[in-house]
């Protein structure tokens, strides 16, 4: 095979790879509910809307870290910037929610959770657990 044909097949897989590599299918999903990975952990975010919601609500159970975000009135938020870091303060995962739930599978442990949203960041220490759900609500006073 010729030498520069082979360096761009490589370099073209090697973005394709890296451009769709962040997202994958729920074992078993028809729905279309897509996983996205950072720094190798799976989670997924949504929650606008009745069908988004439903498609969370029936995978909620592969994951063991659950982030509800909403304002004290109750009105529910997208767009929170998630950090997540491990006992030692290592970032392990950062994101934006694309809506009021979002869902992570994170091995045991304890992690800080810091959940900004219009300038605002709360933070959480919690424990997860390999197989129960953790559920953390944050909520914040302005609209």
């Known amino acids: 095979m010729n030498n520069k044909y082979s360096k761009f097949l490589v370099h073209g897989l090697l973005i394709t790879a890296l451009t769709f590599g962040s ?9 279309g509910l ?11 975010s949504g929650g606008v809307g009745e069908e988004s919601l439903q498609q969370l609500k029936d995978h909620v159970g592969e994951f063991n870290l659950k982030l509800v975000f909403a304002m004290t009135s109750g009105s529910y938020l997208s767009d929170v910037r ?3 870091a491990d006992a030692k303060g290592k970032t392990l995962l950062e994101a934006t929610s694309d809506g009021p739930w979002f869902l992570a599978k994170l091995p045991r442990g304890k992690y800080r959770v810091v959940a900004s949203y219009a300038g605002t960041a709360i933070e959480r220490s919690i424990a997860v657990d390999e197989t129960a ?3 953390v609500d944050f909520r914040w006073d302005h609209e």
């Open 82 to 84: 998630v950090a997540i």
């Open 133 to 135: 759900l953790k559920t």
């Open 34 to 44: 897509m996983v996205q990975q950072a720094g190798g952990l799976p989670y997924v």
């Open 23 to 31: 997202f994958v299918t729920v074992a078993g999903a028809d729905d």
